[in-house]
Every structure is written in C-alpha cells, then in structure tokens.
C-alpha cells in the first residue's frame, strides 16, 4: 500500500487507531476463538486470528484485561486476510467493526487511549 494511500484512508477513520496488544476472545458459530488484538479505536479493533473469518460475519467480542471487569461487545468482521507469519501457523488479519459500544466500555478504552499516549 503506497503512503499516500495510507494517508487518505487515515483520513476518513471516524477515530484515531491506537497500537495495543490486548487478548480477545472470539464467539461465532457455536466456537471460541482465541485472538490478539493489534491495534483498536472507539469504532473497532483489527485482530489476529488462527483461522480466516469471512467479511461480513458477525461475532461477540469478549475484551479481558487490563480493564477492571470483562466486557462483551457485538461487532461484524469488515475485511480479513492472511497474514504475512510463519509459514508453519498461518495467521490472519481482520478488521472487525462494533455495532454499538456501551458508555462503560468507551470509558475503558478512552481510558487505556489516554495511558497509550501519555
């Protein structure tokens, strides 16, 4: 992807994106996939996963620590693809977006965002 690219599709983000690696647990068709989350924003978060999520899926999100208490957030897998790893565990990306994000869990990340950039 060229920078300038990069740069418009920053531009027309709804929020700013933050790095972080945080644990996620994934709930889609009766399973629970482990994921790490690579970086988030009050909008959604892009993960790594152990196997392809197909766009357009819709999934529960559990968030685990550093935050005070566990938080489920119902979200829709955007974009995924396979990720340039080990050749001997494929990962793969995804780009998942929230439906709704309740006010005590934007506090959670607002919070985390502010210990981010501080």
Not at 15 to 24: A, G, T
């Amino acid at each position: 992807m060229s920078y300038l690219k990069f740069i418009k599709m920053e531009n027309f983000r709804q929020h700013p994106r933050f790095d972080y690696k945080l644990k996620v647990a994934c709930l889609t068709d009766f399973q629970v996939l482990e994921a790490e989350v690579e970086n988030f924003s009050l909008s959604g978060v892009c993960l790594v996963l152990p196997r392809e999520i197909k766009p357009g899926k819709e999934m529960g999100l559990i968030f685990k620590f550093p935050f005070p208490r566990m938080f489920v957030v119902s979200a829709r897998v955007v974009w995924s693809s396979q990720d340039c790893g080990d050749l001997n565990s494929p990962r793969y990306k995804a780009g998942v977006e929230f439906f709704y994000l309740p006010s005590f869990c934007r506090e959670q990340f607002e919070s985390l965002q502010t210990q981010i950039a501080s």
